[in-house]
């Protein structure tokens, strides 16, 4: 757990980080030598609301869905609440309560293989909990007196090990089945792309969205301020930059990976989508589809099921992280988009 200055300082860099990536410009880079990904209206995208979320000021961030249940959870970013909502149900209920655990806030969720929900709370670690009694499996955190740090999301292998990425200190650590069975431990740093990536404006962040490939051979994660994406050969440690065609990943949240190799990204600020399509081995992506509509109202992640992809709409910007104290938010929900 946090020492209080340690709260702070996480804070005032995620607002930072959320200001810097509204304000930045885009750097001057050679054109692309590819054609213009085709741009698609709101109709086109058949853009409309999944289910609503109870609460004021929800804030959501993450998102999963278990596929054995069709149940999707949603994680509040102000105080930590999961959400789960039910098939067919217009509106989420309250699953794990503010505060469960000592959980401040809830960024990366992911539903594992057993059914067990994945819960990251950026300013101390990740906890596993039980889907049908909410009871907690197991939990791992940010060694006591670490640097500045903002755990954010995560992805599962299909070895049973969880990666998840730190926002500021631009490493990704690592939870094993090992320790998953041992109940508890430290976060375990097992990469560090620090001296991979480009520089970046102070109080930004850079590592943001995770995902890995169904045969468990690499992770691709994102950096959002310079707009790339890595791989991490899980069997060498190799880390390298994807070669992408058609555009860039600039304030990229998150990622959602289907097995035939289509990337779907949310971009939060500038309230898009895109769609991307890799090669077999991960080391190229190609801009197919770009969707931007402000009826997302800044998209943190996303989660494609059954023919359609689940946005989370989180209104960081209306007296959210990305402006405090000012604007009032509408009811907070989770988007339905078709054709991306």
């Known amino acids: 757990m946090l020492r209080a200055a340690q709260k702070t300082t996480t804070l005032t860099l995620t607002l930072a980080a959320a200001l810097t990536l509204g304000a930045a410009p885009a750097p001057a880079k050679a054109p692309a030598p590819a054609p213009a990904p085709a741009k698609a209206p709101a ?3 058949r853009i ?18 278990d596929p054995r249940t069709r149940t999707v959870y949603v994680g509040s970013y102000a105080d930590g609440t999961v959400y789960r909502a039910r098939p067919g149900r ?5 699953f794990l309560p503010s505060g469960t655990d000592g959980r401040r806030t809830a960024n990366g969720l992911r539903v594992d293989t057993l059914g067990r929900l994945w819960v990251t709370d950026s300013t101390t670690g990740v906890a596993v909990y039980d889907t049908v009694t909410g009871a907690r499996l197991a939990h791992f955190e940010v060694a006591d007196g670490a640097p500045a740090h903002f755990v954010n999301d995560l992805t599962l292998t299909p070895d049973g090990a969880a990666y998840l990425t730190d926002s500021i200190r631009g490493v990704i650590y690592r ?7 041992a109940g508890s431990g430290v976060l375990t740093e097992a990469y560090d792309l620090t001296p991979a990536l480009r520089p970046r404006p102070a109080g930004a962040f850079n590592l943001n969205g995770i995902v890995s490939d169904r045969a468990g051979r690499y992770l691709l994660t994102v ?3 310079a707009g790339d994406l890595y791989r991490v050969d899980l069997r060498t440690g190799a880390v390298r930059r994807v070669a992408l065609t058609g555009g860039d990943l600039k304030a990229a949240d998150g990622l959602d990976l289907s097995p035939d190799g289509t990337l779907r990204v949310a971009h939060n600020v500038s309230n898009t989508l895109t769609r991307w399509r890799l090669t077999a081995d991960g080391t190229r992506a190609r801009l197919t589809r770009t969707i931007t509509d402000p009826s997302l109202q800044i998209p943190t992640t996303l989660a494609h099921t059954q023919g359609r992809t689940l946005v989370v709409r989180s209104q960081f910007d209306k007296g959210g992280p990305l402006s405090p104290g000012s604007g009032t938010p509408s009811t907070f929900t989770i988007a339905s988009v078709r054709g991306l």
């Open 43 to 45: 109709a086109d995208a």
């Open 48 to 65: 409309s609301t999944a289910f609503a979320i109870p609460g004021a000021k929800v804030y959501p961030e993450g998102i999963a869905t």
């Open 90 to 94: 217009p509106e989420a209920e309250v």
């Open 175 to 181: 939870v094993g089945p090992e320790q998953l069975a």
């Open 223 to 225: 950096d959002m301020t």
